[in-house]
């Protein structure tokens, strides 16, 4: 198989649009083609449509529905395997740091399309060795930049790490820079919870020359043991070849594939410019390693992320910390109820005390939601007491510190 290089970038982008061209010309211009005429040669005309203002149709219009659903189906099908041949030919190289449990999690599926080299503080080469990946101890992060051509790095650490993380790496980026030229910086990608502290520290610390991917793949080894399918992957494409991109237009491409940059310069997808081509070719096939697993693709902004999962996954955590501090335990007659009660209880704190904190400390929407929910417990007690025709306030209750 070929590598990804500078000097197949070009051609690789090339049959990359190619592809996704003509895919969307086979699939849609037959689509509609087809559709239109069986529509205008079985559908009674204007006034006969409608009998008692209930529409009709002609015997057959299903079965020849289903034919050319079946059509379409099968044409997507092949669509999608071209696509992944596409994706193959030209494998990325992908650097994981924090070869955890999570990091091994996500590069298992990563082997099959390209590269692995993992690195961590803890030795986990026999493990690297058995999913096809090579590792390298942390220690040498020097040689796991300078050695690997690495086309991206995944930065896999724990929300509490990962500023530091982000510190140590740049050295080494910028000495690889130096002696292979400003375009030999890989593409960086987070994979944390939160996404704006993320995307600032990314910003604030890492080269210019570096493209940056912020991403969360809402999932992890318990929630999707049996493989990716159906599970939501969000990103957001913050930085591509020195330029902040916007991603509420990222999001919201016109025909042209023209977006605006933060700045409100108007930009073009496949831009006369080599280094934009590579690097959105880059993140592309990136991000379709995630789609070919199956994943569930949401593009969206970091604040809007924090928004969303600060209402969401945060007072989940939330609420599965509180409720297991209650020292709650199965019992002979239990309801359904209490047993998802149970579950949500396992599955919170299967996961680290530094992911709950980090998921408060490091999303600026998180006191909101403690606050909301505090409020609103205190009006359903209110309301209890006030049935029963007592006082607001439990007696022997304290005060509360929000």
């Known amino acids: 198989m070929l590598r990804y290089s500078k000097k197949n970038s070009r051609f690789g982008a090339f049959i990359f649009s190619f592809v996704i061209v003509a895919a969307v010309s086979a699939f849609f211009l037959p689509a509609v083609n087809s559709t239109a005429t069986m ?3 079985n ?7 409608y009998e008692g203002g209930v529409p009709t149709a002609n015997a057959g219009d299903l079965e020849k529905l289903k034919q050319e659903e079946a059509r379409l189906a099968s044409m997507l099908a092949s669509i999608r395997q071209q696509k992944l041949s596409v994706l193959r030919s030209r494998p990325l190289t992908i650097g994981i740091i924090g070869f955890g449990r999570f990091g091994q999690f996500i590069a298992q599926s990563f082997t099959k399309y390209g590269n692995v080299v993992g690195t961590s503080r803890s030795d986990y080469t026999d493990i690297a060795n058995e ?8 220690s040498n992060l020097e040689g796991f930049v300078m050695d690997h051509e690495l086309d991206v790095i995944v930065v896999a650490v724990s929300i509490v790490s990962f500023e530091d993380t982000i510190k140590d790496l740049v050295p080494h980026l910028k000495k690889k820079m130096q002696l292979k030229g400003k375009d030999a910086c890989p593409l960086i990608v987070d994979v944390l919870s939160v996404k704006e502290h993320a995307r600032d520290i990314m910003l604030k610390h890492l080269p210019e020359e570096c493209d940056i991917l912020s991403s969360h793949p809402m999932f992890g080894p318990d929630s999707a043991r049996n493989g990716w399918q159906g599970h939501t992957f969000v990103y957001e494409r913050t930085r591509i070849d020195k330029m902040l991109l916007d991603p509420s237009q990222m999001n919201r491409v016109d025909s042209d594939a023209n977006f605006l940059d933060t700045k409100g310069v108007t930009h073009n997808l496949h831009e006369n410019s080599e280094s934009h081509i590579e690097g959105m070719d880059r993140v592309e096939r990136f991000l379709s390693i995630w789609e070919e697993e199956g994943c569930k693709m949401i593009p969206m902004s970091c604040k809007e992320h924090d928004e969303f999962t600060a ?31 149970l579950r949500l209880i396992e599955t919170t704190h299967s996961d680290s005390f530094d992911l709950f904190f980090g998921l408060y400390k490091y999303n600026r929407n998180s006191m909101d939601t403690i606050v909301k ?15 029963e025709g007592k006082s607001d306030t439990l007696p022997g209750a304290k005060q509360s510190c929000l």
């Not at 559908?43 to 449509?49: G, L, M, R």
């Not at 007072?315 to 047993?339: E, N, S, W, Y």
């Not at 929910?373 to 049935?387: F, P, T, V, W």
């Open 39 to 41: 529509l205008s040669s």
């Open 43 to 49: 559908t009674p005309q204007s006034d006969s449509i």
């Open 131 to 138: 999913i096809g990946a090579k590792y390298v101890p942390l």
């Open 311 to 341: 209402n969401s996954q945060f007072i989940t955590h939330l609420m599965g910390r509180i409720l297991g501090a209650q020292g709650l335990q199965a019992t002979p007659v239990d309801t359904k109820g209490f047993q998802n009660v």
């Open 373 to 387: 929910l505090k409020e609103s417990m205190d009006q359903i007690i209110a309301k209890l007491l006030q049935k």
